[in-house]
């Protein structure tokens, strides 16, 4: 006949709630025996544990209940948003479209998840021109501006062949550290296009308008200035003077708001001839030498030796270009200040390229990203006394990026600022 086991009196206590552990149960407490034994800190032990255990369980409770409701809601932002919003794999594998992007694209689930978001929704210049995949793969704008696709508006197509004019905006995924995929918020700008249409219509018309008053207003004052003392008094003099002057910066003003509106409506004419570079800088800061002297800023060009200096190019749509960025080198110099004007070909690239260095105020850095916005001027230049539209860079960069040439800058605000510019020297053999 077998032999009872006897178990031991604190293992037939603590089994029941072990068992019970097991099985993810940690209801049970310890049952403490009342007399003194040498097992009491190994049952005290086992309770104080079980209620950490518990005190644990609690709190995960609460963080699951917390990141479900966080989840439901950004759910239901998600689904209830007017932009449409996708998020990617790594591979850019759609994985979810909220329900504003499926309207906009025209797309129901079946047709895109697990596909490609560059085969399933075609992105595309307003010419029609069909971006490639490998130039789109975060959407980003500024992937976009390198190519020389700024100012240029961006379309996706939809399965039913219409397009729409789109903006994006694109995060990176992480989890745990790691990046996972991307999220894309894009929207249709159909109506600020239109508005900004009506807008560029409205300046161009009223630019149009004005620039005959202006040139005839310039004549008569010229034609002033140039009379005998006995016809003009010295005193009239220098007010006829400052009118001029004026009427100067409204006739940029004018020229300024025509070519952007030329260049938002993608009307360049580019007559190319070839001519030298250095010839033209000499010419405008030739021009913009009563400016240089008002503020006693002196000028110097520089060419690095063996550079050939021609451009094969549009010479007044260059020299608008270069005279905008060494007009805003001395604009912005201090006092005595210098602006130095470097030409060096980088035969490699066949390009051209020019450095505009001044050692003035300089850009903040909060206003570096808005530089080439159409009417944006610096935090610490709006309030100066400095005229300016806001106008120069934008047309420089819409020129340079039609082009496909470069355009950057490097500042730092009371330093100085120096904006480096290539152009493309294909001088054809001849
Ligand atoms: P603006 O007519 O105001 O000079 P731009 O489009 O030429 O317009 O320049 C836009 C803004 O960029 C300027 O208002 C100024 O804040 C900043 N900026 C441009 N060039 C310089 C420079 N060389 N130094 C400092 N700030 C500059």
Redesign the pocket.
């Known amino acids: 006949m077998a032999q009872a086991i006897n178990q031991p009196q604190v293992v037939v206590d603590l089994y029941p709630l072990f068992a019970a552990a097991s099985l993810g149960d940690f209801s049970k407490d310890v049952n403490i025996p009342q007399q003194e034994n040498e097992f009491i800190p190994l049952y005290v032990g086992v309770q104080v544990m079980v209620d950490v255990i518990r005190e644990k369980i609690a709190e995960l409770e609460q963080a699951n209940r917390d990141v479900s409701l966080q989840l439901n809601k950004t759910f239901s932002q998600l689904t209830s948003i007017g932009e449409g919003i996708v998020t990617l794999d790594e591979e850019g594998v759609i994985r979810f479209l909220n329900p504003a992007g499926e309207k906009l694209l025209g797309l129901s689930d079946g047709e895109y998840l697990g596909r490609k978001w560059v085969d399933a929704v075609p992105l595309e210049t307003e010419t029609g021109e069909v971006i490639e995949s490998q130039l789109r793969p975060f959407e980003d704008s500024a992937a976009f501006s390198s190519e020389g696709f700024i100012g240029n508006h961006l379309y996706y197509r939809r399965k039913d062949e219409s397009r729409f004019p789109v903006t994006t905006t694109v995060s990176p995924l992480f989890f745990e550290g790691n990046r996972t995929g991307h999220i894309i918020a894009f929207r249709d700008i159909s109506r600020e296009l239109q508005l900004e249409q009506l807008k560029d219509d409205f300046l161009s018309i009223a630019a149009h308008e004005l620039r005959t008053p202006l040139s005839t207003m310039r004549w008569t004052m010229e034609s002033l200035m140039k009379l005998s003392q006995e016809d003009l008094p010295e005193a009239v003099r220098p007010k006829i003077k400052d009118l001029y002057n004026n009427n100067l910066i409204l006739i940029s003003l004018v020229n300024d708001i025509l070519s952007v509106s030329r260049l938002s409506e993608q009307k360049i004419e580019d007559s190319k001839i070839i001519f030298d570079a250095k010839e033209s800088i000499e010419e405008i800061v030739k021009e913009l030498e009563m400016d240089a002297q008002q503020k006693k800023v002196q000028v110097k060009i520089e060419v690095k030796e063996g550079s050939a200096t021609q451009l094969q190019m549009d010479k007044r749509h260059v020299g608008q270009v270069l005279r905008?960025?060494i007009s805003?080198?001395i604009?912005?110099s201090f006092e005595n200040g210098e602006v130095l004007i470097s030409i060096n070909q980088d035969t490699q690239n066949r390009q051209l390229c020019f450095e505009?260095i001044?050692k003035?105020?300089?850009?903040p850095q909060a206003?570096k990203p808005h530089?080439y916005k159409r009417f944006?001027?610096?935090s610490?230049?709006?309030n100066s006394q400095?005229?300016?539209?806001?106008?120069?860079?934008?047309?420089?960069k819409s020129y340079v990026d039609h082009w496909r040439g470069r355009l950057s800058f490097t500042?730092e605000e009371g330093k100085?600022?120096t904006?480096h510019l290539c152009l493309p020297q294909k001088i054809d053999a001849t």
């Open positions: 905008n960025l805003n080198a604009k912005y505009v001044d003035g105020m300089g850009i206003d530089i944006f001027r610096g610490n230049v709006s400095i005229l300016g539209t806001g106008l120069g860079l934008f047309v420089v500042s100085g600022t904006f």
